[in-house]
Structures are given as structure tokens and as C-alpha cells.
């Protein structure tokens, strides 16, 4: 399963094409590399929530942007962005246009970012009842 990387500026022009890449650790490291490429003041990225297929990119990048406060990472439930793309002229459902979208989503603002207190989560054990 891959992962689509779409970048805007803070004025809504599109910096460059959307992009491709593996979701796995390389990909992840190869999406570091293109966000650091930009040199922006800000970076604020977005993802849709996506169970197993995203939780790994969203720690990941949390994760990296923990010591910078102009770093934040939205998770966005697939409802609501299936609502925001509402808003525009019909568009094709395709990866690259989903990038697109989250983007400009993100570029409005109006979102919380993913806290990184809860990155890691502790297991508990489930006790039988008792009686």
C-alpha cells in the first residue's frame, strides 16, 4: 500500500507534483528528504485515517517533528474527507487527487494536530472477571 505526498505553499500554489512513494520505513525517510528539500518555516501535513495502512506513517512522522513546534501532522477520519471533497467540482477518486485534497484541507486549517503524548500506546492486560 502505497502513500501519496501532495504539498502546497501557504498560498495554495502546488509545489510541484504529487508524488508516490512505498509506505515503509524508506518511503517514509524518502518523504522526509522532499519536505526537507522545500526549507519551509512551517510544515503541517495531513493524512487520512486509515486503520493499519496509515498509523505507521502517522507515528513515524509525529515522531520526527517532536522537537519542532512548527510540525504538525492532522489525522483526518475518510468521512470527513469524503464531505470536504463535496465542496469542489467533481473530481476523479484516485490517490494522487485524495493527496490533493487532504492538502488543500490542511491549508485551510481548522484541524487539531495529532498529540504526541499519545504516540505510543501502552498495552494492559484485560483481567477475567472475577465472582
Do not use: M
Request: some cysteine; aromatic content about 12%; overall charge negative.
Amino acid at each position: 500500500n502505497d502513500a501519496v505526498l501532495c504539498c502546497f505553499n501557504q498560498d495554495g500554489n502546488q509545489l510541484g507534483p504529487s508524488r508516490k512513494f512505498a509506505n515503509d520505513l524508506h518511503g517514509a525517510n524518502e518523504l522526509l528528504d522532499i519536505i526537507a528539500a522545500f526549507a519551509a518555516n512551517e510544515v503541517h501535513g495531513g493524512l487520512e485515517a486509515t486503520s493499519v495502512y496509515g498509523v505507521h506513517l502517522r507515528d513515524f512522522l509525529v515522531a520526527n517533528g517532536e522537537a519542532n513546534p512548527n510540525w504538525s501532522v492532522y489525522e483526518i477520519n475518510p468521512s470527513l474527507v469524503a464531505g470536504f471533497k463535496k465542496s469542489f467540482p467533481k473530481r476523479p477518486k484516485t490517490d494522487h487527487q485524495d493527496a490533493w485534497l487532504i492538502a488543500e484541507w490542511v491549508r485551510f486549517g481548522r484541524l487539531e494536530p495529532f498529540p504526541y503524548e499519545n504516540h505510543y500506546r501502552t498495552l494492559t492486560p484485560i483481567d477475567p472477571p472475577t465472582g
